[in-house]
């Protein structure tokens, strides 16, 4: 169990996994709106650029609020600033572009955390004092990088999924979902709260297995 004291004491620490939630996360969020921000800036909108977004600078891309709710709650976000209308070509296509920029950012990571996990290169130790190991820091990264990808394909408002799949529509079908995205976050809501509640949990039954299948794709089962 965890309490005021033995919370210290778990094995790898507490603190550790937070350290490695944290500095992972913070990574995973940051180079995930940095892929949406370069992919606008090549697509002709000036937007992100105007906003200084185009930078490897991790913390120029997150948003404090987001930041709280997720060492708070485990869910946060971050916003890139782009204006479809200021796109090269259509609209749709290239916004799905930028889109699924950002989820394609988080897979490119994941491989990266893992190839010295698939290698054998690394000590397997979880951690032997209060900072996280590298074999704990890879494995967290693999798992939120993962976790971000994954969820973010969901095709609901205001997810990059649902973007991508405006991008792949008929264009009069397109034209008749996009007025839920309006209604983005409520639906998102009902996604993470309601639906949990009448017996259905995306989390758990879609996006939790497939990122379980994408971690032993990449690292095996261990």
């Keep these: 169990m965890s309490g005021p004291i033995f919370w210290l004491f778990e094995n790898p620490p507490l603190v550790a996994q937070f350290i490695a939630f944290a500095v992972t996360a913070i990574l995973a969020f940051a180079y ?64 799905a572009l930028v889109a699924v920029a950002g989820p394609l950012a988080n897979l490119l990571m994941a491989i990266l955390y893992a190839l010295p996990l698939r290698l054998g290169i690394v000590d397997f130790s979880i951690s032997g004092n209060f900072l996280p190991s590298p074999y704990l820091l890879l494995n967290m990264g693999v798992w939120i990088n993962l976790l971000l990808f994954t969820f973010n394909l969901l095709p609901i408002p205001p997810l990059d999924g649902f973007t991508i799949l405006l991008g792949l529509l008929p264009p009069d079908l397109a034209y008749r979902l996009e007025g839920v995205r309006q209604y983005g976050n409520m639906v998102l809501l009902g996604v993470l709260i309601i639906l949990p509640i009448i017996g259905f949990n995306v989390i758990g039954q879609i996006v939790n297995p497939v990122v379980d299948q994408l971690r032993m794709l990449l690292i095996g089962g261990g």
Excluded: C, K, Y
Excluded at 45 to 52: I, L, N
Excluded at 60 to 87: C, D, E, M, Q, Y
């Design 32 to 95: 995930h709106e940095f892929a949406h921000a370069i992919v606008a800036d090549r697509l002709g909108d000036p937007t992100p650029r105007s906003f200084g977004r185009i930078t490897p600078n991790p913390f120029v891309h997150l948003s404090l609020s987001g930041l709280v709710f997720l060492f708070l709650i485990g869910f946060g976000w971050a916003v890139t600033p782009v204006n479809p209308n200021r796109l090269r070509g259509n609209p749709r296509q290239t916004m």
